[in-house]
């Protein structure tokens, strides 16, 4: 084999493995990426999922804060009438 030959298949092994080290490299750093961002949709997630339960139990407080207000009226309205 002539020296051109062989130089040509030293840089195509060179060229080959330095891409195939690229794309692997390329494709931790993604799956890495990826499984940082999809931690950050669960905390997401959860951090709506307890919002909305915080509302649902505020809604549900404020509703009953109407009621006794309601009742201390009806109350107030008969000690009122009894003096």
Do not use: C, P, W
């Not at 804060?65 to 000690?79: N, S």
């Amino acid at each position: 084999m002539s020296e051109t030959v062989i130089i040509a298949l030293i840089s195509l092994l060179g060229t080959l493995f330095g891409s195939f080290a690229g794309i692997v490299t390329s494709g931790k750093l993604t799956n890495y990426r990826i499984g940082e961002l999809e931690k950050r949709v669960d905390k997401l997630s959860s951090l709506i999922e307890k919002t909305h339960n915080l509302e649902k139990q505020t809604s549900i407080g404020q509703e009953k804060i109407r009621l006794v207000e309601q009742r201390v009226g009806t109350l107030e309205k008969a000690a009122m009438q009894i003096n």
